[in-house]
C-alpha cells in the first residue's frame, strides 16, 4: 500500500540530530513540508531544502514555540503530525537520590515531559 503525502506537513522536536534528523529524512523524502525544531543546527543541507523549515528553539519556551507553530501554519495551512524526538539527560543514570541536583532534574522533565505537553496543547487544535 502507498501512502499519499502530498501537501502534509509536520513538525519534528529534537529534529538536528539521531532518531529526529533520521525522521526528518524520511518524511521530506515521503513529500512531507517539515518544520524543524532544535537547539542545535542541522546539518547545512537540510538548510537548503525547500520542504524543510528550521528554528532555533529551546522546546520549554511556549511563547516561542506558539509564535513559531503559527507562522508554520500560516505558511502551510494544516499540521499533519507531530513527532517528539527531544530527550535529554544530563546526569549520570547510576546517581544516588540522595546526590540529585534537583535544578537538573527540573530542566530535564521540562525539556523531556512538558515541552510535549505544550506542544500537543498548540498544535492538536491545528490538526485536520
Do not use: C
Not at 20 to 41: C, F, R, S, W, Y
Not at 62 to 69: D, N, R, V
Amino acid at each position: 500500500m502507498k501512502l499519499n503525502f502530498k501537501g502534509k506537513s509536520a513538525i519534528v522536536t529534537g529534529a538536528s540530530g539521531g532518531m529526529g534528523l533520521q525522521t526528518v529524512n524520511k518524511l521530506q523524502h515521503a513529500g512531507l513540508k517539515v518544520l524543524m525544531l532544535d537547539i542545535e543546527e542541522p546539518p547545512k543541507r537540510y538548510l537548503q531544502n525547500k520542504k524543510i523549515d528550521f528554528a532555533k528553539i529551546d522546546v520549554t519556551d511556549f511563547a516561542e514555540l506558539k509564535k513559531i507553530i503559527n507562522i508554520f501554519y500560516k505558511k502551510n495551512k494544516s499540521i499533519d503530525y507531530l513527532i517528539n524526538t527531544t530527550g535529554v539527560l544530563w546526569f549520570n543514570k547510576d546517581v544516588s537520590a540522595i546526590n540529585i541536583n534537583f535544578d537538573i532534574w527540573d530542566k530535564v522533565f521540562e525539556v523531556n515531559l512538558k515541552s510535549m505537553a505544550y506542544l500537543a496543547k498548540l498544535v492538536i487544535p491545528k490538526m485536520k
